[in-house]
């Protein structure tokens, strides 16, 4: 299925900006369900920004949480723009309301995944909000809290300088456990989402191809999710970051499935 004649590079209009009518059906269709199971926990609004480019960034537990993480966007006033795992669009339904919403398939760990950055800079020069995971996958962190990121979304704000906004969330993983298809939907789990204060990158400015550079930009982002996320779960992280790459798990796809 070719989507290249699908993207739309148009700047973001709308009430949330940026919807259009897809992103209207999904959300009219979607909110109440996610509603019904989900105490809603919103806040640190007045940290995202009501018009302009921007980038949300955001830890990554459960496959219903970017759902949820939308709903907490549109809620306050931002229909974002993701770059998702190419095997959604492929779903009857989903996929089309996806594609029409105006996100983008990305073939992950292939030679192709590198157009990502293409579109992530065409999206926020046309002045949407773009929702980044840079953890890439869901954490592998047995207890949920983020793993070692890839460098992906450092290159991109050191690039365009756009504001970055760091968010954290909890209670989606008590829904849909992390890689698990068994929903527990009652009773009604809280679910809360928190955004910070944007981030500088000042430090790293002009560094974009810099190893070096990369490595701390991220890591600097992880640690402004996990601060956040130790906030709302009111406990400290681990002082040892799990890392993908040192790990004999593969980097992304259902590990749990993959190893029986």
């Not at 970055?164 to 789990?189: D, E, H, N």
């Not at 956040?228 to 890392?243: C, G």
Request: charged share 20%.
């Amino acid at each position: 299925m070719s989507t290249e004649l699908k993207i739309s590079y148009a700047p973001p209009t709308g009430k949330p900006l940026g919807t259009n009518a897809w992103f209207k059906f999904g959300a009219t269709v979607v909110r109440p369900i996610l509603n019904s199971f989900a105490k809603r926990d919103w806040r640190g609004a007045e940290n995202l920004p009501k018009t302009g480019a921007a980038i949300v960034v955001c830890n990554h537990i459960s496959y219903v949480d970017p759902l949820l993480f939308t709903h907490f966007l549109y809620d306050n006033g931002r229909a974002p723009r993701y770059l998702g795992k190419a095997s959604l669009f492929k779903l009857p339904i989903i996929g089309r309301v996806l594609l029409g919403a105006g996100q983008i398939p990305v073939e992950r760990e292939t030679a192709t995944a590198s157009q990502s950055l293409s579109h992530a800079i065409a999206f926020l020069k046309a002045g949407h909000m773009l929702g980044v995971y840079p953890e890439g996958t869901l954490t592998r962190d047995v207890n949920y809290w983020p793993m070692k990121a890839k460098t992906g979304i450092a290159r991109l704000a050191i690039l365009t300088g756009v504001p970055v906004i760091p968010c954290a969330q909890w209670g989606a993983q008590r829904i849909l456990p992390a890689y698990s298809k068994k929903l527990r939907l009652f009773p009604r789990s809280k679910v809360t989402v928190i955004a910070g204060p944007a981030l500088d990158f000042s430090k790293w400015s002009g560094r974009a191809e810099d190893p070096v550079a990369l490595e701390e930009a991220t890591a600097y982002v992880m640690s402004a999710i996990t601060k956040l996320l130790e906030q709302i779960r009111n406990e400290k992280a681990p002082s040892e970051i799990f890392d993908p790459k040192k790990s004999a798990l593969p980097r992304t796809g259902n590990f749990k499935k993959d190893s029986r």
